[in-house]
């Protein structure tokens, strides 16, 4: 008797747990279900191989699925690159939580969405694996703000230089015109050429050929600088295109006394990177360099341009002897539209979009300044190992 008295005890307690149990994941589940339903993140979870068994609003909204299409389908499959986003969700599975400043979905539309995301393990009451959550916020406009403003500062900067650029086609172009009238009254009264007319008109003609090159690469330099494009990883040299950047800041540096000194590594310094968007940094650094020496009203003006090979990568360093940078202008000089140039001589967005610039493609940029001493801007770029 006493032993059934406990078992109806024990029955009641157990179905009493089990009632709460009850109670309890059904809660959790109203919980979960008010969160996919209004979240505007994309927010999925996957079983233990990886094939999806929720789908947030959220999600559906940004990759254009609705739930019933992508339930039961591999998680990878919706990454533009599979490969890579199964490498992260081993990770996750190993970690037991992992995050990513980027990735890419692609939208049921076929364009790109650019995501956060964060993957954390779902784990039971017994410690056992059962599946993945992934969180992920939808960041494509911030990276279509992010580009538009690279392209706006490249335009930006294109105007300002636009009036020293077209001064100094001026220049080879009277030139070709004045040996083009020349060469052609020569070719009109000379019936039969002797040797010094031959000689002269050879010479005009090398002129002609001389300026006409002179004009068509100052111009590639511009359309150069300014075009549109995606981004691209290739192999050059950045010596070369240091001298390029300031071959295309000539027309700024013509009529002053500052002396620009290329201070290279001995060794030649290979990398791989983004050249067009490298150059953009560089012809920002070097032009507040310009300005900074200028404002300064010092006859001995200086830009030094060093290069360093690093255990890591390259250092590249744009020093210059201006006035510094002031102490209250130094926390806000990577701010967006933060600027201590006068109007019209500063967009505010250069410093800002160089940081961005270089931190995407993986490296660092960062300054040293002393008041009257000068300020040194240093580019820290990683080679692949």
């Known amino acids: 008797m006493e032993s059934t008295k406990s078992l109806s005890s024990e029955l009641t307690k157990v179905t009493r747990e089990v009632a709460s149990y009850k109670i309890e994941l059904d809660q959790t589940r109203k919980y979960l279900h008010c969160v996919l339903q209004n979240s505007t993140d994309i927010i999925f979870m996957t079983e233990i191989t990886g094939l999806l068994v929720s789908f947030s609003k959220g999600a ?6 609705a739930m019933e299409e992508v339930i039961g389908r591999p998680v990878k499959d919706l990454s533009e690159d599979a490969e890579s986003f199964e490498a992260l969700m081993v990770k996750s599975r190993l970690k037991g939580n992992v995050s990513a400043p980027e990735i890419h979905f692609r939208h049921k539309d076929g364009t790109r ?14 410690d056992n ?16 703000l992010q580009e538009d403003l690279v392209q706006i500062d490249r335009l ?12 100094e086609i001026n220049n080879p172009l009277a030139i070709i015109n004045e040996a083009s009238g020349w060469a ?8 039969g050429l002797n040797p010094d007319d031959r000689e002269e008109l050879k010479e005009t003609v090398r002129k002609i050929n001389l300026q006409t090159r002179r004009c068509r690469n100052i111009t590639h330099k511009l359309l150069d600088f ?16 240091l001298k390029d950047t300031v071959d295309l800041l000539r027309p700024e540096l013509k009529h002053t006394a500052i002396e620009v000194e290329f201070a290279f590594s001995q060794e030649s310094l290979p990398i791989t990177s983004d050249p067009r968007l490298l150059e953009q940094v560089f012809v920002n650094l070097v032009t507040n360099a310009i300005h900074a020496v200028l404002e300064n009203g010092k006859g001995n003006g200086h830009i030094k341009i060093q290069t360093i090979r690093t255990d890591s990568g390259v250092d590249v ?3 210059d002897n201006g006035g510094g940078i002031p102490e209250e202008a130094r926390a806000s000089i990577f701010t967006l539209f933060y600027t201590t140039k006068p109007p019209g001589k500063g967009t505010g967005l250069g410093l800002s979009i160089c940081r961005n610039i270089v931190k995407n ?10 008041i009257g001493a000068g300020t040194t801007f240093t580019i820290s770029i990683p080679t692949p190992k």
């Open 60 to 65: 559906e909204k940004a990759l254009g699925y």
């Open 317 to 319: 360093s744009i020093e």
């Open 113 to 126: 969405v650019h995501c956060h995301i964060s993957l954390m393990e779902l784990i039971n009451r017994e």
């Open 184 to 191: 052609e009254e020569v070719i009109t009264d000379a019936k």
């Open 156 to 167: 930006a900067e294109m105007g300002r230089i636009a009036s020293g650029v077209a001064h």
């Open 226 to 241: 300014v075009r549109d494009s995606a981004p691209t990883r290739a192999e050059f040299d950045i010596h070369s295109l």
């Open 361 to 370: 493609l993986g490296g660092e940029l960062s300054y040293q300044s002393k």
């Open 129 to 144: 694996r059962v599946g993945t959550i992934g969180v992920c916020q939808d960041i494509t406009r911030w990276k279509k």
